[in-house]
């Protein structure tokens, strides 16, 4: 969350030697990070990102404490400045409402009523201060409570007292029923969902959504006179939740929602109401109302001294480290036998809780900067996760982009339309409850349809070949989905290529023995595979021609059964090998695989036979001829291949081409 | 001339025959011509006295059967064809591993040279590893519907939603489980995470790399040890890393990282003019931490006996942020586009 610092606002609280740029590099370094720095004319504006659980530093005055002590610490005499407000001077000429809280809804309500409020042009100098923190300009009476906002970090409402008054004159803290509508002060109208904490009046009207927007029948309009300026400390998580729900972020919203120290409320009503007297010469017409409920103060964090050196790396005095706590405004004590630190930080700090935090304190104040840098000396870990080999699949991307293969990223979750696509049903996936776009919906069972989109998008590259390692989601009753990872080939090559380099990378990854069965519907064959040594038969996946493309999904968890590192090595044969081609004319529908395995089969002296090519119905093959140990001769060969011949001719209703 | 003398003339010639980086013509006639080498050796066989002839000559013979066992592997003669080199050459097709593999190999290696374990662990988790047990309160705005997908299912009566991983720290209080809870722990566990939301800079679906060091002593100058180590490796030497104060709920102390801008050196400007690449010379990288005592406690490891650091950032800003690689919107390494595929 950022917060923008002019330099001349912050100087109203800080009291510092350092420039402009001092205060940039040392807030960053030690707190808050000034991000940037606007140049405004001659005057610098602070971009400050402040971290979410430091809801103490979102204002001009939080970043001053925090200045105040990191300056100091860096060598550049800082002070925060105190802040000069006077006591009020109650008078009871008008009526409070009558409030009625849930003390578990609000922390706090505080509020005071101010008579004749003068309509009066926002001043110059809190125009100008309000344009630099880019916040519209209005006037006086409704920009100090934007004005002390920014100031101090804690929201404040004002309220058309008289309209308030008119609905009955009371508020009462509540939870929203489901359908109950609002108007904000905007014009916008709402309907509530239920939960979200509202101001009702005695009727049951909703009159305002507090620390997030006044609504229309309560806020100041051009009419209003006398206003009753609020502040109120609802529970966070209600204030996300109504501020969530109904896409209402304001600024009260965003600081309210991340826990604002109630205690803060009264000096912002001081200054509220100083400056209410100063610029709209208002009267103030009630005594202050507060009702708080104050907090169980935070337990003190004992922390051994010891820690500090086991998370700095290096030895802080005693005094250094409550120094420095102490700047941050914690009360410190070192108990009797030196041995740890008590700390008590203030009420803006709740999220100094534990050692650690104190450590992170004192830390950062001391500045990181300033701690060596080295690699650890211990142990390293040499108990490696099993089922897994990041090196093979570097391996499997590496082949494949060589052989003209793209490597895609393409969405995990998926629209229904490439849901169902895998060939599942929609409600087969898992689906998201709360999608951000329709076309990221479920979790995809498939690679495949992504990777077919992934080449539709280039539509001018011909014959396109895209991979992708990635996890598919089986939903599992009860238990986390299987996540499978799954390697994706998709291509609009022709099969016997795809096939190719599938067999290819499996001869890469040293795969003993692969084979592809081709099922009944012949527009897929599943592949399978052989490990070494257990000799078990894995599944590797399928490969499958549809409408134009070639698609294959693999199975990493099989693929890593069957891979090896190396080869199993044979030593080159001492007699030649003799190769003969021989051209079939085959039917139409006459696959050639069982051909090739059917001369396999035919004689041990066979050692291999390579599919060349097919023309029309004419299929040329060689078959290799081995003996190991003796080189064969063409008596030895010619009885071989009569038999082949013959039964390729009877087995698969084919003829040879010329004489055996 | 003795038989030694021979032998040392003979030793010589095979020598300088192999030399000789002529071509076959050119050494066939000077060592094998008429008039050749050999030849010109051959004749002081009548020099030799009459007892060492025979052995000469045997000598001779086999120096010529060598001498004509060079010349035949000489280079051939050098022909006058014209070859036009100006032509480009004929580049084979290839495909391109995608930019966030590389980006992850490069990280993975880096890591791995300093002993860390490279780990994969679920996408989709339960609530229970991706928020509780890393300290987030059940309040926090990352659990809630507006920042987390949440998948459509039962909650486990002790894990909790099913949620979309979205950060790689799930896998923080997984990998001490994995461990028994017993240190030492160097993980880095990289993955796909899921956020909801969608702009310029940010993609519904990105990678993180996560790192993680339990073990006694380790301090916030081990952290910063390994991210210089990092920062050099990855971007180069000379690249400076720092941390500065953050906020979150598995670390604590927290972090913002650094790493100093390659394109200003680290000063925050070009020329006289502001570097528009970096803020002041610096680019924030992501989050780290010393890991918060909940969380060891969590993954079933004593506080009190051991410290650790984490870190976690986005794959596609930190790869980014290279020498000549801004990518000003990210949604590109997702769009499929061959034009930008094909740059990697």
Same mark, same amino acid.
């Given at each position: 969350?950022?917060?923008?610092?002019?330099?001349?606002?912050?100087?109203?609280?800080?009291?510092?030697?350092?420039?402009?740029?001092?205060?940039?590099?040392?807030?960053?370094?030690?707190?808050?990070?000034?991000?940037?720095?606007?140049?405004?004319?001659?005057?610098?504006?602070?971009?400050?990102?402040?971290?979410?659980?430091?809801?103490?530093?979102?204002?001009?005055?939080?970043?001053?404490?925090?200045?105040?002590?990191?300056?100091?610490?860096?060598?550049?005499?800082?002070?925060?400045?105190?802040?000069?407000?006077?006591?009020?001077?109650?008078?009871?000429?008008?009526?409070?409402?009558?409030?009625?809280?849930?003390?578990?809804?609000?922390?706090?309500?505080?509020?005071?009523?101010?008579?004749?409020?003068?309509?009066? &042009?926002?001043?110059?100098?809190?125009?100008?201060?309000?344009?630099?923190?880019?916040?519209?300009?209005?006037?006086?009476?409704?920009?100090?409570?934007?004005?002390?906002?920014?100031?101090?970090?804690?929201?404040?409402?004002?309220?058309?007292?008289?309209?308030?008054?008119?609905?009955?004159?009371?508020?009462?803290?509540?939870?929203?029923?489901?359908?109950?509508?609002?108007?904000?002060?905007?014009?916008?109208?709402?309907?509530?969902?239920?939960?979200?904490?509202?101001?009702?009046?005695?009727?049951?009207?909703?009159?305002?959504?507090?620390?997030?927007?006044?609504?229309?029948?309560?806020?100041?309009?051009?009419?209003?006179?006398?206003?009753?300026?609020?502040?109120?400390?609802?529970?966070?998580?209600?204030?996300?939740?109504?501020?969530?729900?109904?896409? =209402?972020?304001?600024?009260?919203?965003?600081?309210?929602?991340?826990?604002?120290?109630?205690?803060?409320?009264?000096?912002?009503?001081?200054?509220?109401?100083?400056?209410?007297?100063?610029?709209?010469?208002?009267?103030?017409?009630?005594?202050?109302?507060?009702?708080?409920?104050?907090?169980?103060? &935070?337990?003190?964090?004992?922390?051994?001294?010891?820690?500090?050196?086991?998370?700095?790396?290096?030895?802080?005095?005693?005094?250094?480290?409550?120094?420095?706590?102490?700047?941050?405004?914690?009360?410190?004590?070192?108990?009797?036998?030196?041995?740890?630190?008590?700390?008590?930080? &203030?009420?803006?700090?709740?999220?100094?809780?534990?050692?650690?935090?104190?450590?992170?304190?004192?830390?950062?104040?001391?500045?990181?900067?300033?701690?060596?840098?080295?690699?650890?000396?211990?142990?390293?870990?040499?108990?490696?996760?099993?089922?897994?080999?990041?090196?093979?699949?570097?391996?499997?991307?590496?082949?494949?982009?060589?052989?003209?293969?793209?490597?895609?990223?393409?969405?995990?979750?998926?629209?229904?339309?490439?849901?169902?696509?895998?060939?599942?049903?929609?409600?087969?996936?898992?689906?998201?409850?709360?999608?951000?776009?329709?076309?990221?919906?479920?979790?995809?069972?498939?690679?495949?349809?992504?990777?077919?989109?992934?080449?539709?998008?280039?539509?001018?590259?011909?014959?396109?070949?895209?991979?992708?390692?990635?996890?598919?989601?089986?939903?599992?009753?009860?238990?986390?989905?299987?996540?499978?990872?799954?390697?994706?080939?998709?291509?609009?090559?022709?099969?016997?290529?795809?096939?190719?380099?599938?067999?290819?990378?499996?001869?890469?990854?040293?795969?003993?023995?692969?084979?592809?069965?081709?099922?009944?519907?012949?527009?897929?064959?599943?592949?399978?595979?052989?490990?070494?040594?257990?000799?078990?038969?894995?599944?590797?996946?399928?490969?499958?021609?549809?409408?134009?493309?070639?698609?294959?999904?693999?199975?990493?968890?099989?693929?890593?059964?069957?891979?090896?590192?190396?080869?199993?090595?044979?030593?080159?044969?001492?007699?030649?090998?003799?190769?003969?081609?021989?051209?079939?004319?085959?039917?139409?529908?006459?696959?050639?695989?069982? =051909?090739?395995?059917?001369?396999?089969?035919?004689?041990?002296?066979?050692?291999?036979?390579?599919?060349?090519?097919?023309?029309?119905?004419?299929?040329?093959?060689?078959?290799?001829?081995?003996?190991?140990?003796?080189?064969?001769?063409?008596?030895?060969?010619?009885?071989?291949?009569?038999?082949?011949?013959?039964?390729?001719?009877?087995?698969?209703?084919?003829?040879?081409?010329?004489?055996? | 001339?003795?038989?030694?003398?021979?032998?040392?003339?003979?030793?010589?010639?095979?020598?300088?025959?192999?030399?000789?980086?002529?071509?076959?013509?050119?050494?066939?006639?000077?060592?094998?011509?008429?008039?050749?080498?050999?030849?010109?050796?051959?004749?002081?066989?009548?020099?030799?006295? &009459?007892?060492?002839?025979?052995?000469?000559?045997?000598?001779?013979?086999?120096?010529?059967?060598?001498?004509?066992?060079?010349?035949?592997?000489?280079?051939?003669?050098?022909?006058?064809?014209?070859?036009?080199?100006?032509?480009?050459?004929?580049?084979?097709?290839?495909?391109?591993?995608?930019?966030?593999?590389?980006?992850?190999?490069?990280?993975?290696?880096?890591?791995?040279?300093?002993?860390?374990?490279?780990?994969?662990?679920?996408?989709?988790?339960?609530?229970?590893?991706?928020?509780?047990?890393?300290?987030?309160?059940?309040?926090?705005?990352?659990?809630?519907?507006?920042?987390?997908?949440?998948?459509?299912?039962?909650?486990?009566?002790?894990?909790?939603?099913?949620?979309?991983?979205?950060?790689?720290?799930?896998?923080?209080?997984?990998?001490?489980?994995?461990?028994?809870?017993?240190?030492?722990?160097?993980?880095?566990?990289?993955?796909?995470?899921?956020?909801?939301?969608?702009?310029?800079?940010?993609?519904?679906?990105?990678?993180?790399?996560?790192?993680?060091?339990?073990?006694?002593?380790?301090?916030?100058?081990?952290?910063?040890?390994?991210?210089?180590?990092?920062?050099?490796?990855?971007?180069?030497?000379?690249?400076?890393?720092?941390?500065?104060?953050?906020?979150?709920?598995?670390?604590?102390?927290?972090?913002?990282?650094?790493?100093?801008?390659?394109?200003?050196?680290?000063?925050?400007?070009?020329?006289?003019?502001?570097?528009?690449?970096?803020?002041?010379?610096?680019?924030?990288?992501?989050?780290?931490?010393?890991?918060?005592?909940?969380?060891?406690?969590?993954?079933?490891?004593?506080?009190?006996?051991?410290?650790?650091?984490?870190?976690?950032?986005?794959?596609?800003?930190?790869?980014?942020?290279?020498?000549?690689?801004?990518?000003?919107?990210?949604?590109?390494?997702?769009?499929?586009?061959?034009?930008?595929?094909?740059?990697?």
């Amino acid at each position: 969350m950022n917060i923008l610092i002019p330099h001349n606002w912050l100087l109203e609280h800080l009291q510092t030697e350092a420039k402009p740029s001092d205060i940039q590099r040392e807030l960053s370094l030690s707190g808050p990070s000034v991000e940037r720095m606007i140049e405004d004319g001659s005057q610098i504006i602070y971009d400050i990102e402040v971290t979410t659980n430091r809801v103490d530093s979102m204002s001009v005055r939080g970043i001053a404490r925090e200045a105040a002590v990191i300056l100091n610490q860096a060598g550049f005499k800082s002070k925060l400045l105190p802040l000069s407000i006077n006591q009020l001077d109650t008078k009871e000429i008008l009526p409070l409402p009558k409030i009625t809280n849930q003390p578990e809804l609000s922390q706090r309500v505080t509020c005071v009523v101010l008579k004749d409020v003068q309509r009066t &042009p926002t001043p110059n100098w809190m125009g100008e201060r309000l344009r630099q923190t880019e916040m519209n300009v209005h006037d006086a009476a409704i920009d100090i409570t934007n004005y002390v906002t920014h100031e101090l970090g804690h929201p404040c409402h004002a309220f058309d007292y008289d309209k308030l008054m008119a609905t009955g004159g009371e508020i009462r803290v509540e939870e929203a029923k489901k359908g109950e509508s609002f108007t904000t002060l905007d014009g916008e109208s709402f309907v509530t969902v239920g939960g979200e904490v509202v101001f009702k009046n005695g009727k049951g009207k909703i009159i305002d959504l507090p620390s997030i927007k006044g609504t229309q029948n309560t806020s100041i309009d051009n009419r209003t006179k006398n206003v009753l300026l609020l502040l109120e400390s609802i529970r966070a998580d209600k204030v996300r939740f109504a501020s969530m729900t109904h896409a =209402i972020r304001t600024t009260a919203a965003q600081l309210m929602e991340k826990h604002v120290d109630p205690h803060l409320a009264e000096v912002v009503l001081k200054r509220g109401v100083e400056l209410y007297q100063d610029l709209c010469q208002a009267e103030l017409a009630s005594p202050i109302f507060d009702e708080f409920h104050h907090p169980e103060p &935070p337990l003190p964090a004992i922390v051994p001294l010891a820690t500090f050196e086991t998370y700095l790396g290096i030895k802080l005095t005693s005094e250094k480290i409550t120094k420095i706590l102490t700047m941050l405004e914690c009360e410190v004590q070192i108990d009797q036998n030196q041995a740890n630190i008590v700390v008590q930080p &203030p009420t803006f700090r709740p999220d100094l809780k534990i050692p650690a935090d104190i450590v992170e304190e004192v830390a950062r104040i001391y500045g990181y900067h300033n701690l060596p840098s080295q690699l650890m000396p211990t142990a390293i870990p040499t108990t490696y996760p099993t089922n897994t080999d990041f090196n093979l699949e570097e391996k499997v991307k590496t082949f494949l982009s060589l052989v003209n293969w793209q490597e895609v990223y393409t969405y995990s979750l998926v629209s229904q339309e490439l849901a169902t696509e895998s060939g599942l049903a929609a409600g087969r996936h898992l689906k998201l409850q709360n999608p951000l776009t329709e076309d990221r919906v479920y979790l995809r069972r498939s690679l495949f349809p992504s990777l077919k989109e992934a080449i539709s998008q280039n539509p001018l590259k011909s014959r396109y070949s895209v991979f992708e390692m990635a996890n598919t989601y089986i939903p599992q009753n009860n238990e986390l989905p299987k996540e499978e990872l799954k390697l994706g080939l998709a291509s609009t090559q022709s099969a016997q290529n795809v096939r190719g380099v599938i067999e290819s990378l499996l001869d890469h990854l040293f795969v003993d023995g692969y084979n592809f069965l081709v099922n009944k519907d012949k527009t897929s064959s599943q592949i399978y595979a052989i490990s070494r040594g257990e000799n078990n038969k894995y599944k590797l996946g399928t490969l499958v021609t549809k409408s134009g493309y070639c698609f294959a999904e693999l199975n990493w968890k099989n693929i890593l059964m069957v891979a090896n590192s190396h080869p199993k090595y044979q030593a080159p044969s001492s007699t030649p090998s003799t190769v003969e081609e021989l051209t079939f004319t085959i039917s139409i529908s006459q696959p050639v695989g069982p =051909i090739l395995e059917t001369i396999k089969n035919v004689s041990p002296l066979i050692s291999k036979v390579l599919f060349n090519n097919q023309y029309k119905q004419n299929i040329s093959l060689s078959t290799i001829y081995h003996d190991p140990t003796k080189t064969l001769s063409a008596l030895d060969i010619k009885p071989i291949r009569q038999k082949l011949v013959k039964k390729v001719e009877l087995a698969h209703d084919a003829k040879l081409i010329g004489k055996v | 001339m003795t038989i030694t003398e021979l032998k040392t003339t003979i030793a010589q010639l095979k020598q300088s025959c192999l030399d000789d980086d002529s071509d076959i013509q050119t050494k066939k006639v000077s060592f094998l011509g008429k008039k050749g080498k050999f030849n010109l050796l051959a004749k002081n066989i009548t020099k030799l006295s &009459p007892k060492d002839r025979k052995k000469g000559g045997q000598l001779l013979n086999q120096l010529k059967t060598e001498l004509e066992e060079l010349v035949e592997n000489s280079s051939l003669p050098k022909t006058t064809t014209w070859v036009d080199l100006s032509i480009p050459g004929k580049k084979p097709t290839v495909g391109h591993t995608h930019p966030i593999s590389q980006a992850i190999s490069q990280i993975s290696h880096i890591f791995e040279k300093i002993g860390f374990t490279r780990v994969r662990y679920p996408e989709v988790d339960w609530d229970w590893y991706v928020f509780e047990s890393l300290n987030m309160p059940k309040d926090h705005p990352a659990r809630d519907e507006w920042e987390t997908f949440f998948v459509d299912a039962p909650s486990h009566k002790d894990m909790g939603k099913l949620v979309l991983t979205t950060h790689t720290s799930n896998g923080q209080v997984r990998e001490m489980e994995r461990l028994k809870g017993k240190p030492p722990i160097r993980m880095i566990n990289i993955a796909r995470c899921y956020r909801r939301q969608q702009d310029a800079t940010h993609t519904q679906m990105f990678h993180q790399f996560e790192g993680l060091v339990v073990d006694k002593g380790i301090n916030i100058g081990h952290l910063k040890g390994t991210l210089d180590h990092f920062a050099k490796e990855f971007y180069g030497p000379g690249t400076k890393s720092r941390i500065r104060p953050f906020h979150f709920q598995f670390t604590e102390p927290s972090f913002e990282v650094d790493f100093s801008c390659h394109i200003c050196s680290g000063t925050g400007k070009l020329g006289k003019n502001k570097c528009r690449f970096c803020k002041s010379g610096w680019h924030e990288v992501g989050g780290a931490g010393m890991v918060h005592p909940n969380v060891l406690k969590a993954g079933g490891i004593d506080p009190n006996e051991y410290t650790g650091f984490a870190f976690g950032w986005g794959v596609e800003r930190t790869y980014s942020l290279k020498d000549d690689l801004n990518i000003d919107d990210i949604r590109l390494i997702y769009s499929n586009k061959a034009s930008f595929l094909e740059q990697f």
